[in-house]
């Protein structure tokens, strides 16, 4: 797997010397072209989106009050995630480790009392593609993942599992190839200890995610047949046809709807979930993209209203020309969750007209 990595782009002595002497215009156009990849690396650190946009502020506010004494050693994309990683650690600290429920523990059989929502509990957050525009130009073949592969929900979840500091080496090395004394530079550390972080958490991810990527799935399934799929899909929901949707599952699919804790695993169960909460409810669907994933919009229609409302993203894993996995990013629904900010990040509309 091989990555591209972006050159400096505006960062020229010039522009550089500008901002030193307090001219916001050039600083703005200095550290423009890397705000798209400072966020998606935050991202990766935190699993938020929301927590992404507070350490990318964090680093912005940083940079400009320290661009004066910035002296020019490593290009500015360095200092810049330098300043990024550390703001998105400090972030860390005071944030427990963002969840999806596949990872709390076993599926439950349909019928389980849902229960309680987890006040102890952080979600991952789904990504919305359009926020991250690649500023790339060149390869870098020592990077382990592609950058659209760092998206993958699976391979956000994995990460969580590492420690913040762990979590930090192993991005800046295997999904933005820094060197390891760069990295080193980057987290105030030596060689060794980045080595040494690197191999525990590569011990603990690679056992996490799965061996083939979904962007490999969704180039061998080809864009016509993803259409098709996604299709299918939305037409069995909104005609509450189960036993077409069932078709489109492999036999072990699961379920999740963060931020409920109860979800199913195996097409009966699914199948049971799907007859008793989804098909009695009148559906509308817009297919979009997260986590460089097919992903599905839902609304729910709303007599009260007389609309659709905005209810949960679909975030869809493939397993060849079938769904092994939906993990459902619930905006609202019956249950009464407040409404998030979920729907507006992906620039969706809260309310679809009857």
């Not at 059989?109 to 130009?137: C, H, K, M, Q």
């Not at 609202?332 to 900010?341: A, I, L, N, P, Y």
Request: glycine content about 4%; charged content about 25%.
């Amino acid at each position: 797997m091989t990555l591209v990595q972006s050159t400096s782009g505006p960062d020229d002595q010039a522009l550089l010397d500008s901002a030193r002497s307090g001219s916001e215009e050039a600083y703005r156009e200095l550290i423009e072209v890397h705000r798209s990849e400072l966020h998606a690396h935050c991202y990766r650190m935190l699993a938020s989106v929301e927590d992404a946009d507070d350490a990318v502020q964090d680093t912005l506010l940083r940079a400009w009050r320290g661009i004066a004494r910035f002296e020019g050693r490593s290009s500015v994309r360095t200092w810049l995630f330098k300043i990024a990683t550390n703001a998105a650690l400090d972030l860390a600290k005071s944030r427990s480790k963002r969840e999806l429920p596949i990872g709390l523990g076993a599926a439950s059989p349909f019928g389980t009392d849902w229960g309680a929502r987890p006040l102890d509990v952080s979600w991952l957050e789904p990504y919305p593609n359009e926020r991250y525009i690649s500023t790339s130009s060149r390869p870098t073949p020592e990077a382990r993942y592609e950058l659209r592969e760092s998206f993958e929900l699976a391979f956000v979840a994995a990460l969580q599992l590492l420690p913040a500091n762990q979590r930090a080496a192993y991005l800046l090395r295997e999904v933005m190839a820094y060197s390891a004394i760069e990295t080193a530079e980057i987290l105030d550390t030596t060689v060794a200890a980045v080595n040494s972080s690197l191999q525990r958490a590569r011990a603990t991810i690679d056992p996490n995610i799965p061996t083939s990527s979904q962007q490999a799935a969704q180039a061998a399934l080809g864009q016509a047949k993803i259409r098709e799929l996604a299709t299918k899909y939305c037409d069995a929901i909104e005609t509450g046809d189960v036993a077409a949707l069932m078709k489109l599952l492999t036999e072990d699919a699961t379920w999740s709807m963060p931020p409920e804790t109860v979800y199913f695993s195996g097409k009966r169960d699914v199948a049971a979930f799907i007859q008793h909460d989804v098909v009695p409810q009148r559906w509308r669907h817009i297919v979009v993209n997260a986590n460089f994933q097919l992903a599905i919009a839902g609304y729910i229609f709303d007599d009260d209203r007389g609309c659709y409302l905005s209810t949960v993203i679909d975030v869809v894993t493939l397993n060849g020309d079938l769904i092994s996995d939906v993990t459902g990013f619930l905006s609202s629904d019956v249950r009464g969750f407040e409404r998030s900010s979920v729907f507006p990040r992906f620039g969706l509309p809260l309310e679809i007209p009857a």
